[in-house]
């Protein structure tokens, strides 16, 4: 498939876990991929930022223009997670959480939104199960995702009549390298791999492929009369209602 062919795209946080596979799914297709982080890529061409900084998510636009001359797709997925209960997080740190969550897709779809208007282009957020409810401790994560949703239909609503779409998609447990790390550091890892399984009706975690398999749908021509909505994948985890077994 081509469906990406003369199509330039930027991939925030993508060098790792969803951000990797949505970036490699895309270039499949045909795509001028480009990912924006802290450090290097070695598999696409990169981008410097530091989400954190307001200034950098329109200097990260300027020199994707610089470089390829124009933009078709924006995909806003890189992100923070703290776990802290809400009594001991410091202001500093929510604000940080805000910034790279919330901020910075803003700024980035700000800087982005005159190139878009010309391609008339896509959008697609990466936001979080958890911006619809909330696993412990997790209060700034859920916030900044419940808000990146909100975000999506805004853009969608103000927008749309330029011909740029915007939609989120919200993953679930998905198995990527942080998540194995998570599970590696659990008391007894095989018991919680085994009860992770369990709270899904699909029987298992997803793939990172699986989120970018949506992503790549959302963000070409054939999803046209498709903005304004956040698609849940999540094995059907957040549709099963818990029983006291």
């Known amino acids: 498939m081509t469906r ?9 946080g993508g060098r790792s876990g ?8 895309l ?12 450090g290097s890529d070695e598999n696409h061409e990169a981008i410097r930022v530091d989400f954190a900084d307001p200034d950098a998510p329109a200097r990260m636009i300027e020199e994707l223009i610089s470089r390829a001359g124009q933009l078709d797709v924006l995909v806003n997925n ?26 910075a897709p803003f700024l980035a ?45 805004a853009i969608a609503v103000d927008h749309g009549h330029e011909g740029i779409r915007c939609n989120a ?22 018991s919680f791999e085994r009860d992770i399984g ?4 699909i029987g298992r975690k997803g793939t990172p492929e699986e989120v970018a398999a949506l992503v790549a749908f959302l963000a070409a021509e054939e999803s046209g009369f498709v903005t304004g909505q956040t ?3 999540d094995g059907g985890r957040t549709a099963k209602l818990s029983l006291p077994l």
Not at 4 to 12: A, N, Q, R, Y
Not at 31 to 38: D, E, G, I, N, S
Not at 79 to 101: C, F, K, Y
Not at 169 to 190: K, S
Request: aromatic share 6%.
């Open 198 to 201: 369990r709270i899904h009706p």
């Open 231 to 233: 698609y849940v994948v």
């Open 109 to 153: 779809i700000r800087a982005a939104l005159p190139h878009l208007r010309r391609t008339r282009g896509s959008i697609v957020n990466i936001g979080s199960i958890e911006g619809l409810a909330s696993n412990p401790h997790h209060a700034a994560y859920c916030a900044t995702k419940a808000g990146l949703h909100g975000l999506t239909r």
């Open 169 to 190: 998609v919200a993953p679930g447990w998905i198995d990527t390298e942080l998540n194995r790390d998570f599970i590696a550091g659990m008391p007894d890892p095989a």
């Open 78 to 103: 890189a992100g923070m997670m703290q776990e802290a209960p809400i009594e001991t997080m410091s202001v500093d740190d929510w604000q940080r959480n805000l910034a790279v969550n919330l901020t």
């Open 18 to 25: 969803i951000g990797r596979a949505i970036a490699r799914r």
């Open 27 to 38: 270039e499949s297709e045909g795509a001028r991929l480009f990912t924006a982080q802290r």
């Open 4 to 12: 990406f062919e003369g199509k330039v795209v930027l991939v925030t």
